[in-house]
């Protein structure tokens, strides 16, 4: 019997969990739909102040990355059904993700890792969580990013390092929660929506690693997963 309620209850929770999927890819792509057909009037309206147009223009703007945001965490959510490994360069990626920031910035990026290093993971999936960290950093930088991987007890560890103002320890526990916006003066263009480190923590807990975050040496925030094979 008490087997029984297990396998009621973990057959529950998969199907819970294939609805939640559903509901969000639902309604993103639901959105939209009005949300195109919003961006049209604008660019059809004539007598409006061009501040104004400008105000709904960001605000069109920012329900777009919301709807690309919660796409991305419910396409993790479906990969983590079958999560395929391989061996993956992850020197190579960690310059890839650097450069690709550093045409976009004139904050200094740096990579510290001189041999290649391999590592059995999700690729694409790593990739993401070093994206949205290397992001995260460069929004909040004064003007260095340091990126660093290594090997340690088969665990590989990545870690984002920035010169920002940092957070507070109590902050730290709740960095990682969706939608959780530490620095609530910040607005949406400058924060983001709390997602991007959400998403880094179901990439790391897929791979049965840890993610946390710590008082840089250069004066911000240093973030750390661990990622197992």
Do not use: W
Not at 123 to 136: D, F, K, M, V
């Amino acid at each position: 019997i008490v087997v029984q309620t297990f396998i009621d209850m973990a057959s529950r929770i998969t199907r819970l969990i294939a609805e939640q999927q559903q509901l969000v890819n639902a309604v993103s792509h639901e959105l939209r739909t009005p949300i195109s057909r919003l961006r049209f009037s604008l660019a059809m309206m004539k007598d409006i102040d061009p501040d104004q147009l400008a105000d709904i223009n960001t605000d069109v703007q920012e329900m777009e990355n919301l709807i690309d945001e919660m796409l991305g965490y419910a396409r993790i959510e479906s990969i983590s059904q079958s999560l395929e490994k391989s061996k993956v360069n992850i020197k190579e990626l960690l310059f890839n993700q650097a450069d690709k920031h550093q045409r976009s910035t004139d904050k200094e990026i740096t990579v510290t890792i001189t041999n290649d290093l391999y590592f059995n993971c999700h690729g694409s999936l790593i990739e993401r969580a070093c994206q949205n960290l290397i992001t995260n950093a460069v929004r909040y930088a004064q003007g260095q990013v340091v990126i660093s991987a290594s090997i340690d007890a088969k665990q590989l560890v990545i870690t984002v390092s920035d010169d920002g103002s940092g957070i507070t320890a109590e902050d730290q526990e709740h960095i990682f929660n969706p939608f959780t916006r530490i620095n609530k003066s910040r607005n949406k263009k400058d924060g983001g929506f709390g997602l991007g480190l959400a998403i880094v923590k179901r990439i790391v807990d897929l791979h049965q690693g840890q993610c946390s975050v710590e008082s840089s040496s250069l004066g911000g925030c240093k973030f750390i997963i661990r990622v197992s094979d």
